[in-house]
C-alpha cells in the first residue's frame, strides 16, 4: 500500500517543479527498512535508509527494521523503476542547483550523525523527516541539536516532524519543525 500511495504521489506531482521528502517501509534483500524517499519530476530519485534505530525508552523500532549494512543493496526496484538505494546520497535541485542529503529521525541525535558525511560530500542542505514524540522541554533540546549539526556541517537544515493529528495513546506529535543555517534558527 505504501508503494501505491507513492504511485499517486508521483502521478499527482509529475508536471509539479517540487522535490520532496517522504517517508515509506521499503523492503529490500530480504529485509525492511524505514526510508526516506526523493522525489522530484514525477520520478523517485532515490532512497535512504535510517541508520540508527531507537530501541530505548518508548522506541522499539528495532523490532521492525533493519539498519543499513555492507550487505544493504546499492538499488532498489520501487514503482517499476530502478533507483539508488543507501545512506550516502547526495540529490540535486536542478532549478536552484542545490545539493542535499537526507537522514532521517534518531540519525540526528547520534554522536556521529550521517548528516556530517554528507556534508563532507557536498550537501549544502539536509533534510530531516521525523517522527520524534513531544514531552516537557523536548523541544529546545531538539532545537540545540538542529542549530548544532547546522553549525558543525556549516550548511542549512530543514527538520519536520509528524503533526499533532498522528499523535496516539502512547505517543503525543508536535509538528516541530525547523530551518536552520550556519547554527542560526531561522
Given at each position: ?6 504511485d ?15 517517508g ?12 526516506a ?5 514525477g ?10 534505530l ?11 527494521f533493519?539498519?543499513?549494512?555492507d550487505?544493504?543493496p ?9 533507483i539508488?538505494?543507501g ?5 540535486t ?7 542535499f ?6 540519525d540526528?541525535?547520534?554522536p556521529?550523525a ?8 557536498g550537501?549544502?542542505?539536509?533534510v530531516?523527516?521525523s517522527?520524534?514524540?513531544d ?21 542549512a ?5 509528524s ?18 543555517e ?5
Amino acid at each position: 500500500e505504501a508503494e501505491m500511495a507513492l504511485d499517486n504521489i508521483l502521478s499527482m506531482t509529475g508536471t509539479v517543479p517540487v522535490t520532496a521528502v517522504v517517508g515509506m517501509p521499503i523492503a529490500a534483500g530480504g529485509r525492511l527498512y524505514n526510508c526516506a524517499i526523493v522525489i522530484a519530476d514525477g520520478e523517485v530519485k532515490g532512497a535512504v535508509p535510517k541508520t540508527f534505530l531507537p530501541t530505548y525508552g518508548e522506541f522499539y523500532e528495532g523490532r521492525w527494521f533493519s539498519t543499513p549494512s555492507d550487505t544493504t543493496p546499492k538499488t532498489i526496484t520501487l514503482c517499476k523503476t530502478e533507483i539508488p538505494f543507501g545512506t550516502d546520497l547526495i540529490f540535486t535541485c536542478a532549478a536552484q542547483r542545490v545539493k542535499f542529503g537526507v537522514e532521517i529521525c534518531e540519525d540526528m541525535w547520534a554522536p556521529v550523525a550521517p548528516s556530517t558525511f554528507l556534508a563532507l560530500q557536498g550537501a549544502q542542505i539536509i533534510v530531516n523527516i521525523s517522527a520524534s514524540n513531544d514531552y516537557v522541554a523536548k523541544d529546545a533540546y531538539r532545537a540545540d541539536l538542529i542549530r548544532m549539526q547546522s553549525a558543525k556541517t556549516i550548511c542549512a537544515y530543514v527538520y519536520t516532524s509528524s503533526g499533532t493529528g498522528e499523535s496516539t495513546t502512547d505517543l503525543v506529535f508536535g509538528g516541530a519543525s525547523y530551518i536552520a543555517e550556519n547554527g542560526t534558527i531561522l
